[in-house]
């Protein structure tokens, strides 16, 4: 796994340093200014950026599988915002040095094509991370986003190369120009690729949904079976992307969580999925024998390495994947002890309730329920999940334990605190964070 993940990573660098490899080598056109030189590089480093980001979303099992496909869409986030500050500070380099390119034309049209490019390029670009940032606050719905966000990374990452193409300084030596048309090329394909390839494939492999059992929490299981086909296997604790109405060429899918057993054969899965009041506000109202599609599975979110026991530390809908578990390793008949601590606002909001109950009696399994808004005469644990909950339930060694969070990003932010606290490393400690936007 370590090995896999310095292979991609080595990859990935190469396809970015590339384009600044190619300035150094070939013919080398006349020579500029240093700063002229370097915003260059800063623009084309970003370009290849942009490019390959197309490719960290496209979902590609082998290479998210090291990681889990949670950290490479936080990754994406993060290298977005390097990229979009290198193409932005390309063109203010050559403002701050009085670039002769940058002159102001004496009418709108004498304005060379490639600022033209430029200007619609860096225009998309800052489009699409405030909407990306301030979504919520926006009041933007995913499902426009999502097709808003793909329209103007495509039109970011054209409006980039023609701009390149319309100034044409480095790309007469025919290498330079072989390698960029090539990386153009790539960037289509794995577009195309999530776009059309993937979908024919989820088309051939439908699913029904065989039951809409509710909940308690405002929240809904779908059990979903396989439409003639065998189904695909799971690792506990990971998830799938359901296209719930439409063709799964649809632009917009959504990442839940599977919450059934692994080791059922029958090709069956279950998503359980909570009112939040957008997308999930109609799962209730799905109609049983309804044509589903879904994508997975993903994550790296799951049991599997040694340790003496297992800490799964849930908030809210966070249970889902930790319910997996637990169905899963009662079907192996797992004898290590496994602890369950399970934050939830109040008593009858407490999905899976009366199953953990019963989950108890199977194996060796601890529930601790820890309530926010607890009822009257409520003897268990009150408000957090924190250290000091930890040091009354848990065993001593804390670092011998395997621990798996899931719940609001403030809640697990603060666990993942108190375990540092404890000495726990971070590699005895897993998180999974649903935020693809």
């Not at 950026?49 to 993060?78: C, K, N, S």
């Not at 993903?298 to 530390?313: C, E, R, S």
């Not at 009354?392 to 375990?419: K, Q, S, T, W």
Request: charged letters at 20%.
């Amino acid at each position: 796994m370590t090995l896999r993940k310095a292979v991609w990573s080595a990859i990935y660098l190469l396809f970015i340093l590339a384009p600044l490899l190619a300035l150094l080598t070939g013919a080398l056109p006349p020579s500029r200014d240093f700063w002229t030189e370097f915003s260059v590089a800063l623009g084309y480093s970003g370009l290849a950026m942009m490019g390959l980001q197309f490719g960290l979303t496209a979902r590609f099992r082998y290479v998210t599988d090291p990681w889990g496909e949670d950290v490479i869409y936080h990754f994406h986030r993060r290298i977005s915002l390097i990229a979009v500050g290198l193409v932005v500070v390309h063109p203010l380099i050559l403002i701050a040095a009085g670039s002769e390119k940058l002159a102001p034309p004496e009418s709108l049209r004498d304005v060379p094509a490639g600022a033209v490019f430029a200007v619609i390029s860096i225009g998309s670009l800052i489009t699409l991370v405030i909407m990306a940032l301030w979504r919520t606050r926006l009041k933007i719905s995913y499902e426009f986003w999502h097709i808003a966000h793909i329209v103007l990374a495509v039109v970011a990452v054209g409006g980039g190369l023609l701009h390149m193409i319309g100034w044409g300084f480095y790309l007469a030596d025919p290498w330079k120009r072989a390698l960029w048309i090539g990386m153009t090329i790539f960037w289509i394909a794995l577009l195309l690729y999530v776009r059309l390839v993937k979908p024919l494939f989820m088309l051939r492999r439908p699913y029904r949904v065989a039951e809409v059992r509710k909940e308690r929490g405002d929240t809904t299981t779908l059990v979903m079976r396989p439409d003639g086909h065998a189904g695909w296997r799971f690792r506990p604790g990971q998830f799938g992307w359901l296209t719930l109405w439409g063709s799964p060429f649809k632009i917009t899918g959504h990442p839940f969580s599977f919450s059934s057993s692994a080791e059922v054969d029958d090709g069956r899965v279950e998503m359980t999925i909570r009112n939040l009041g957008d997308f999930t506000s109609a799962i209730a109202k799905v109609p049983v024998g309804r044509r589903v599609y879904l994508d997975g599975p993903y994550g790296a979110f799951t049991i599997g390495n040694p340790a003496d026991m297992h800490v799964l530390i849930a908030g809210g809908i966070g249970i889902t994947p930790m319910v997996s578990m637990i169905r899963t390793l009662a079907d192996r008949g797992d004898k290590r002890p496994l602890i369950l601590l399970y934050g939830s606002k109040d008593w009858e909001s407490v999905t899976f309730r009366e199953e953990l109950e019963a989950l108890q009696k199977r194996i060796d399994l601890t529930v601790v329920h820890v309530l926010s808004q607890p009822p009257e005469g409520w003897t268990g644990e009150r408000g957090y999940i924190g250290a000091e909950v930890f040091k009354r339930h848990l065993p001593p060694g804390y670092a011998d334990h395997e621990y798996f969070i899931c719940g609001p990003n403030v809640m697990m932010d603060a666990i993942e605190a108190a375990l540092g606290e404890m000495k726990v490393p971070l590699s005895k400690y897993h998180s999974e964070r649903y935020s693809f936007v």
